[in-house]
């Protein structure tokens, strides 16, 4: 049974030809510093939430700083060894845009959001599954697998996000990763949950802040989701691969895209020439 994850759906969801050059071929996602930024975090709350599990405490404030900043080294000295191997794809633009993304600044803003995290939302929170792992079949030969990043004893996923910018107001009951969510908790524990929570830690060096976006009693239209997992993976075994997004797109820009000089060959050889190409590699 062949399994896909959550990331690789999103990825064919945004571009398509993403998902050609990262799972068709194995050319990993370019390095971004911010990316492991958003790792570091993730990493210092989910070890904060697996005290807290067991003691109902976690880790202090001060402990969760010092462990943030210890991760986030770590994820920079395998960003300089992904920068350089990822160098002949990446244009002068991302690596100008990379080369001004100041370290300091990025660890003071982490600083800064674990302490709005633990001010404003930590007391609130009483994890039950922390990082705990799912799988589903979704038929045809096809098994979702994942991971929940942490739900709380009544019930309730929480999806745990950092941004720079505060965040619109968001329909959860449609997000795609809270829908994979739902099936996946009712895979583990045989029901439904009681309410999702979208929780947002709005970095700035500044004024950190937290802005949630909650929904109780959730609907999930479980072969909608299944359908529409089928249907991605049915377009990619046919090498259904288009990027569909404009010039001025900042997803696929020089700026943004660790993909862009590929977009271009893609473009000038064809998809039959290029996919011959990269196969043999």
């Known amino acids: 049974m062949r399994q896909v994850s959550f990331s690789q759906l999103m990825t064919y969801v945004r571009c398509p030809e993403h998902w050609l050059f990262r799972y068709k071929f194995g050319l990993k996602r370019s390095p971004k510093k911010v990316f492991k930024h958003g790792f570091a975090l993730h990493e210092t709350l989910a070890y904060h939430f697996d005290q807290k599990k067991k003691d109902g405490k976690g880790i202090p404030v001060a402990e969760a700083k010092e462990f943030f900043v210890g991760a ?4 920079l000295e395998d960003y300089v060894i992904e920068l350089e191997a990822a160098r ?6 991302y690596l100008s845009k990379e080369k001004g993304m100041k370290v300091e600044d990025l660890v003071e803003s982490g600083l800064k959001g674990i302490e709005v995290y633990y001010k404003k939302l930590n007391q609130y929170i009483k994890p039950d599954l922390v990082e705990e792992a799912f799988e589903f079949p979704a038929g045809k030969g096809i098994k979702v697998v994942g991971r929940i990043d942490m739900t709380d004893k009544q019930g309730v996923i929480h999806e745990l996000k950092t941004t720079r910018k505060s965040p619109n107001k968001q329909d959860i009951r449609v997000d795609p990763q809270l829908a994979i969510y739902q099936l ?9 949950p ?41 377009a ?27 977009h271009q060959e893609l473009k000038k050889l064809g998809l039959q020439k290029f996919m011959a190409k990269y196969t043999k590699k």
């Open 72 to 75: 986030f080294q770590n994820a």
């Open 88 to 93: 002949p794809f990446l244009t002068r633009e």
């Open 184 to 192: 996946g908790y009712h895979s583990i524990t045989g029901k439904y």
């Open 194 to 234: 009681k309410a999702i929570s979208k929780d947002y830690i709005v970095l700035s060096k500044k004024d950190s802040k937290i802005v949630r976006f909650q929904v109780a009693r959730p609907f999930v239209d479980r072969a909608t989701i299944l359908r529409n997992v089928n249907a991605i993976m049915e």
């Open 236 to 262: 990619a075994n046919r090498n259904i691969f288009y990027c569909l997004h404009p010039a001025e797109s900042w997803l696929c820009s020089k700026e943004w895209c660790g993909y862009y000089t590929l």
